[in-house]
């Protein structure tokens, strides 16, 4: 770990415990406005650091948000909440705007002691620990226990992230029911229904509802921004490295700045993808970076990755079949988008792909879909 991750890490502890008594009373005043005689309850496990953010804490408060607003179908309470295993004394994820407000998990032991239901949600990376910390989780397991119906949901965000199956079936069978939502439509499908052995649903994903500043091209500047990811490992093999190909553009676009989406807060990595005219994304292709400067008027760049990608997407001409044709030809490919025509005709064709895919209205009728049961896979 560097030197600068720790001072960051020592100075967010300092802080958390400076303002600790201030955080446990905003969390009362909380609960004390939005729970009251709850005996059904749906909890959102997330990570702890709040200073935090990905695409995956996005998409997770964009879950929670529409679920407490469909109370009129599920009769639920909704609560977030960090892992049993974890504690921190902030509650709010600090760097984009939001309204989860997360509770240490014995929080909710002690606020909610009559229950009749409760369902829950694990996002596929935190699955494992349900297993492998079960010795730390017995208070956990005895509290569920208590309920008279308990459900599972996991959250696949990322179907690379996913455990394998012994892990999955050690904690479904703490459960009465148990459902698996993904986020993308590549990996929406019968197939990974029976692989998982769980009712399957997608869950369109959507990262903010917060709105995006649109620019158009003689609004933007001459700007490219990149992720800060290493080279997506799987299925991209490649001696390159992301610097590699940033200095071959530099050198080949020198009237362009280049900027690393890093250390920014997401409401400020928004504005930021709205002056660019392009963007590169070095991770899993279709994310936040690659969608996001879509919806900011924005042209992306990637290379096809087919666990992310779906057919759609196949012949888009910002799509590359590896890094190394990636880094041959996107040079040239940006200099002939340096016209308004060009550049929104490109523009355009991505948008339509990625705005029939990605919507908050999508979303919205995948998780009614979802609370009345009505699984894409049974």
Known sequence: MSITKDIKKVIYFLKNKLNASKYKKAKENYFNLNYKNTKRLIVFFVPTGTYRVSGGILSICSIYRIVKNLKNIH???VIASYLPNKKDDDFMYRTFENEMVIYNFYEIQKKFPNLDYIQVH????MVSNFKKKQNKLKLFYQFI?????KELNILNQNDLFMPSIDYINFVKSKFDFA???VAHKKYATSEKRNEYNLPLHLLSPWLNPIPY???TFEEKENLIIYSPDKIQWIPNETKLRKEDIINNLKLKLPKYTFKE???LKYDDYKELASKAKFSITFGEGLDGYFIETVFSGGISFAVYNPYFFSDEFKDLETLFSSFNELNDKIADKI????????YN???NKISSIVNNIYSLNHLENDLIEFYTKKYDFE
Not at 122 to 125: Q, T, V, Y
């Open 179 to 181: 459902t698996i939502t």
């Open 145 to 149: 226990d208590k309920i008279k119906v």
């Open 213 to 215: 500043q649109v620019k």
């Open 122 to 125: 694990i996002p596929e990376i």
């Open 335 to 342: 200099i002939s988008l340096e016209n308004s025509s060009n």
């Open 75 to 77: 009769n639920c309470d």
């Open 345 to 347: 005709e490109v523009h």
């Open 261 to 263: 989406i890093k250390d």
